[in-house]
């Protein structure tokens, strides 16, 4: 489970569709919510374990900063900034924030029990490529729950 902190305009349901998780399980996920039309901005919202941002986007993690982002993804921090507009302060992004990658690269969030060689197979690509995307895995048998994986 990772968590999505509620923005202006929100609605549980873009939340829920935005993650790809039905309604139904984002209220089982969050049960101090009790009324679903009512969230409001910095509100932190749990979001189901097997969900993921849609492709070409990554969810902040917590100790991310904008230019590290920028880095894992190969990108220039001013493309970031200009796919991102509704980060109106590039030094202040918050773990559960959505950041949407120029160029449409996926990710993944390693689950327990995930290998890296699984991943691989599961999205259909060698191993050796997905090594290559990921320079910041030294050791291709030691990943972790929560790891952002990029998928080439």
Do not use: C, W
Request: proline fraction near 12%.
């Amino acid at each position: 489970m990772f968590t999505y902190v509620v923005k202006k305009g929100d609605t549980l349901s873009g939340i829920a569709e935005m993650f790809g998780v039905s309604l139904a399980a984002l209220e089982l996920a969050n049960p101090q919510i009790t009324n679903p039309d009512l969230i409001f901005p910095g509100q932190v919202v749990a979001v189901p374990v097997g969900t993921f941002p849609p492709p070409g986007s990554y969810v902040v993690q917590p100790g991310d900063t904008l230019s590290g982002i920028a880095e894992l993804f190969t990108v220039t921090l001013a493309a970031l900034e200009a796919a991102n507009p509704q980060i109106t302060n590039p030094d202040r992004i918050f773990p559960g924030q959505v950041v949407h990658i120029p160029g449409g690269v996926q990710t993944y969030v390693v689950q327990p029990g995930d290998t890296l060689s699984g991943i691989a197979q599961q999205f259909g690509e060698p191993l050796a490529e997905i090594e290559k995307a990921n320079p910041q895995i030294t050791n291709p048998d030691l990943i972790f729950p929560g790891q952002v994986i990029v998928i080439p």
